[in-house]
């Protein structure tokens, strides 16, 4: 007999090179010892400017650099701009760096993935704005790209990651009409990653709370996937652990060190393995994410946080989604209804947090639009990772749409 919460392949193939991890309180003060061990020399820090203006998280980065710090280029936005990318590429040619630091959110993450993309190409920028224009990506060159390391400072669990969005304006000159695309390729995986609770700590409590729900729902998703293995099981059920019991003090109003060095515990484990060649773990509920925020201004986490009670409902309502994990990694599994209780476990989290729960409160979709919406979640990638079994169809999208307005 067929355990409830097995996997419908018991085989499995594992690829993974996740980058060097170093975590724990002051880590980057080992900045200069890492770069010197990977052979980097000259460091260029990509940010936003509030991050680069903001002494409690650029001094500790630019300190822990030492010698290797070549300069600080602190003009990310939200936006993930090619523009952007293309005066990042002025700089790190300019400063002679042959390592991009990334600190701050995915943002600026993604950006130096895109910097490092444009320093390895011999394209000039107006092909390159063509090329995404044309085709929604950019092509990655074999080889030569400057190595990237991340130390993030939201929740947001985009570090072990080889993909990166970016978007490119008229006003650069670059592209005609407003585009939006993505990067993706084995050689964007952060050569290291520093996960340091003292940085996640000065980060402002609401934007560390948006953040959070795609952090941790990344790890919901990765027990589910249809690619589900062994190892991200482990690394999931554990790392959802730590995010459940984390994020209900951070919402709860703590600031104990414990809860930080926990948060960044969770979000390290939630990660680790859910982006591989070729394949992701990220689900249904990203894909409603995608949906929610590719041409609306609502927030991602704000996004996730209304819709993942309701997805997972759906969920339920059809197949297993291993619910048995996931009641042991959320902490329900003596719980007589255990979907129902890993509903409320999400849902709690998202309350406490202080995230929107209706989709009518934010600067989303109209009601008249849950149609176009539900028909681009159904077109997203992520939905391919959905449970087997599973078999959405525009109509119960729009019902979850529904539910959660």
């Known amino acids: 007999m067929t355990e409830p919460n ?21 880590c980057v003060d080992a900045l200069e010892t890492e770069l010197a061990a990977q052979g980097s020399d000259r460091a260029l820090v990509v940010c936003g400017s509030t991050v680069g203006s903001t002494p409690a998280v650029i001094d500790p980065v630019t300190e822990g650099l030492g010698d290797r710090l070549a300069g600080v280029f602190a ?54 704005g063509r090329e995404l224009a044309e085709t929604g990506t950019i092509a990655v060159p074999d080889g030569g790209l400057p190595p990237v390391v991340a130390i993030p400072t939201t929740l947001a669990g985009a570090d072990l990651s080889m993909v990166a969005g970016v978007t490119a304006s008229p006003s650069s000159g670059l592209v005609d009409d407003e585009v939006g695309g993505g990067v993706g390729d084995p050689q964007l995986m952060p050569a290291a990653v520093f996960a340091d609770p003292e940085l996640v700590a000065t980060t402002p409590r609401s934007i560390l709370a948006a953040s959070a729900m795609n952090g941790f729902d990344k790890g919901i998703e990765t027990l589910y996937a249809r690619n589900a293995t062994p190892i991200t099981d482990a690394t999931a059920i554990r790392g959802l652990g730590k995010l459940r019991d984390g994020l209900l003090a951070f919402g709860r109003g703590s600031d104990d060190e414990w809860v930080f060095e926990t948060l960044v515990e969770g979000i390290l484990l939630v990660q680790y393995g859910i982006s591989r060649p070729g394949e ?17 201004d609502v927030q991602q986490g704000a996004a996730h946080a209304i819709v993942a009670p309701y997805v997972l409902e759906y969920l339920f309502e059809h197949v ?16 007589e209804e255990p979907a129902a209780a890993i509903v409320d476990c999400v849902d ?16 989303g979709p109209g009601r008249s639009e849950l149609p176009d919406v539900a ?22 999208l729009e019902g979850v749409l529904e539910r959660a307005w």
């Open 6 to 26: 097995a996997r419908t392949d018991p085989s499995f193939r594992f690829e993974y090179e996740p980058a060097v991890l170093r975590a724990g309180p002051g």
């Open 75 to 128: 003009e990310t936005t939200p936006e993930k701009r090619l523009e952007t990318a293309v005066d990042g590429l002025e700089r790190t040619r300019a400063v002679e760096a042959d390592v991009l630091v990334s600190l701050g959110g995915g943002s600026s993450l993604d950006t130096a993935k895109v910097i490092s993309v444009l320093a390895a190409s011999d394209r000039s920028p107006a092909v390159v």
């Open 280 to 296: 992701s773990t990220l689900s249904i509920v990203h894909a409603f994410g995608h949906g929610l925020t590719r041409t609306y």
């Open 320 to 335: 297993d989604g291993r619910r048995d994990l996931l009641a042991e990694a959320l902490g329900v599994s003596e719980a």
């Open 348 to 363: 709690d989290v998202g309350d406490a947090l202080g995230l929107p729960s209706r989709l009518r409160d934010v600067d």
């Open 375 to 396: 028909e681009a979640i159904l077109a997203d990638g992520m939905m391919d990772n959905a449970p087997a079994g599973l078999e959405p169809t525009n109509e119960e």
